[in-house]
Each structure stands twice: as C-alpha cells, then as structure tokens.
C-alpha cells in the first residue's frame, strides 16, 4: 500500500464539497491504491455542518481513507499538503457574471495563497473552484511567492466536458469518442470552446457540423451553461463542478491519455501570443504530475479574434485585483 496524500478542500461543508469529498475517498481522484489524509477548510459559522460531512466520511468506512483535519484555520488546513482544491467561496446568483463575485471572493485567495505558501508542500498541485476561478487562481499564485507558479491553476475542465458532452449529442456519438477539444481563456462568458483540432470517433469535428450550429448554437450553450444550470436548479452546478475538479486532478496527477489532451487553467507563458502571468485555459498533456501546454496548433482568424477577446477580459480582472496579492 502506498503511504498516504494529504488533500485540502475549501469550502467542504459546502455544494460542491459535498459531492467531492466522497469521491477523493472512494478513490476516484488519485487512484484506488492511493490512500488520502483529508484536511477540510470552512469558515468558523460552518464548523458545525463541517462536523456532520466528517461523521459521514466515517460512516462510509472508506479504505483509502486514513484520516481527516477539519479546522477554520488555512495555516492547520495546508500543513505538509500534497493537493489543495479552492472550492469555498460564494457562488453567483441568477443575473450575475462570474467577475462581479470578485469583490466578495477575491478577498479570500490572498490569505490562502500566503498559507499555501508558508505550509504546503513544495510541489503542491492546486486547483482553484471558487469563482471567477481564473483570477481567483491568479491572486492565490501572487500570494506564493515562495511556490512555483505551476503550482497553482483554475478548472476550465467543466466547460471542456460540457463541450465534449454537446458535441457528442450532435454528432450521435459517445463522449468517449471526442478527443482534442479546447478550453481557451476565461471560465466565463468570454471562453472560446474550439473544435477546429477535435476528433469523432477519428474524424475531424470541423467536417461533421456546419459553422452556424458551432458560431451560434454550440459556442454560446457551453460558454453560457453555467447560467443555464442555475436557471434550472435555482442553485449553481455542484455535482458536475466537482465531478471536472476530480477529472482536472486525476489527469494532473496521473497523465493524459496517449493522443489526447485536455485544457487546464494555467499561468500564461506566452504561449499563443497571450499575455504572461494571466491563468488562461490551455490545452495541456500530462506526464509524471506535470503538465505541458500543446505548442504548434494552427490558430485560424475566427480563432485569434476569440482567444484574443477572452485574453483580454483576464487582462481586466488583473487590473482590478492587484490589491488584493497579499504580501
Ligand atoms: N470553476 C468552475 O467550473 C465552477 C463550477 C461550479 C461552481 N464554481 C464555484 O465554486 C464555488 C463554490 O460553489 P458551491 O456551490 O459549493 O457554494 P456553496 O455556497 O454551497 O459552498 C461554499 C462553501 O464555501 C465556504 N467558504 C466561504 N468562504 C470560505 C473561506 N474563506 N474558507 C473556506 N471556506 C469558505 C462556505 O461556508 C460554504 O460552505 C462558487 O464560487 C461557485 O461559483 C466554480
Ligand atoms: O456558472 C456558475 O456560476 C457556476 C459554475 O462556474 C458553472 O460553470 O457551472
């Protein structure tokens, strides 16, 4: 048996952290010879909902579940962690974007960046959930200045699959039949899902689909998903949020499938022309828990024009959170 990981999760007596807890115990996050040290992050008022999750994670008398910390205090919550997952935070409401919830959230990831800083591991992987995930991620990495900023990305993985999930439905054919779709830029409204470099079942999607459905049918339905899910259910995703954040990590960890890739939030190298520093989903293949961003694809006008848009919305929230690095 393996010796045990320590896996952080914010917000854990929350939505999300309740659909995700059980599953990195069962095993689906890192693997079912992995065992794991949960260490569960909530604000002090939900320490209380956070004692019943734990009595629950008991109850299930998982195998791979060797122990859990369940504190208010980031510096007790990343102590010698291995993965963080970012997930507390408030989510938006009907009628909102994901930006105005930087004011409320921001203010949230200086802090945890500097206790990541001073107490995880140094080659934590970390995953930002909370929204706008992006520049959220971007203040947690400004906040490290000791952690490599290839620690720290944010989910882009839930549009990815919603993407595969569309397309799939389209074409008739099973998610498993899509390969190389992309996630680019900003998990908002300005994300650019990009099918010119995707496959079904062998066969590019480009010559499968008309550029009216992509244009005006399967870009705006995956960029605005997330709103459509909360017009439904009167609450934000949580089971599919967290089913992308285990999916995010276990490819991380574990690498991506020969052939295929995947798109990660990630700090900009400069890589397709977009600015440096900013978190911009990327496609990225996996190996040995490192990523590495997909070079040499050929970026046609439709595309520049969007990547460059969505580039640009980041380059804004930037902006308007430079306060709040913590030093
Ligand atoms: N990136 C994505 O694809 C994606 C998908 C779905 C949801 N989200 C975002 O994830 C976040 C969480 O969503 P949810 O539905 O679980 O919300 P929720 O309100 O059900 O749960 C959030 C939890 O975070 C806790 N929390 C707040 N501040 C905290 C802090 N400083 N430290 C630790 N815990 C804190 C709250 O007490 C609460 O229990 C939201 O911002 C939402 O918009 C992102
Ligand atoms: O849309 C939201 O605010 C929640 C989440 O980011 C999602 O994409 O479902």
């Known amino acids: 048996m393996k ?16 659909a995700l807890l059980f599953r990195i115990a069962a095993g689906d996050m890192l693997g079912k010879d992995q065992p794991v040290i949960l260490h569960l992050l909530e604000i002090t008022p939900a320490l209380d909902a956070l004692k019943g999750v734990v009595m629950e994670l008991n109850d299930c008398a998982f195998p791979l579940l060797a122990d859990v910390v369940a504190t208010d205090d980031a510096n007790v919550a990343f102590k010698d962690v291995d993965y963080a997952l970012l997930v507390g935070a408030r989510p938006r409401g009907a009628g909102m974007e994901r930006k105005d919830l930087l004011e409320a959230n921001g203010k949230i990831f200086g802090p945890q960046g500097k206790a990541l800083n001073d107490h995880a591991k140094r080659d934590v992987k970390v995953l930002v959930v909370g929204n706008p995930a992006n520049t959220n991620a971007l203040i947690a990495q400004q906040s490290a200045p000791d952690l490599d900023p290839k620690c720290f990305t944010a989910m882009v993985r839930l549009d990815h699959n919603r993407a595969m999930s569309q397309l799939a439905e389209k074409t008739g054919k099973h998610n ?3 390969k190389k779709m992309i996630i680019w830029g900003n998990h908002s409204s300005t994300q650019y899902p990009d099918i010119h470099h995707a496959t079904v079942d062998g066969t590019a999607a480009t010559d ?5 459905w992509y244009e005006s049918d399967f870009i705006p339905t995956v960029q605005q998903r997330g709103a459509a899910i909360i017009k439904a259910r009167g609450a934000s995703s949580a089971a599919s949020a967290a089913s992308a954040a285990i999916d995010h990590m276990r490819s991380w960890a574990l690498g991506t499938d020969e052939g295929n890739w995947v798109s990660m939030g990630i700090p900009s190298d400069g890589s397709y022309g977009i600015e440096p520093g900013v978190i911009y989903g990327y496609p990225v293949t996996c190996k040995d828990g490192k990523y590495a961003i997909v070079q040499g694809l ?3 006008d439709f595309s520049r024009a969007r990547m460059d848009a969505t580039e640009q919305e980041l380059r804004e929230e930037r902006s308007a959170v430079e306060g709040l690095f913590a030093k």
């Open 208 to 212: 499968l689909v008309d550029q009216a």
């Open 3 to 18: 010796a045990p990981v320590r896996v952080a999760v914010t917000g854990a007596a929350g939505q999300i952290g309740y």
């Open 298 to 300: 050929e970026i046609n």
């Open 176 to 178: 498993t039949d899509i």
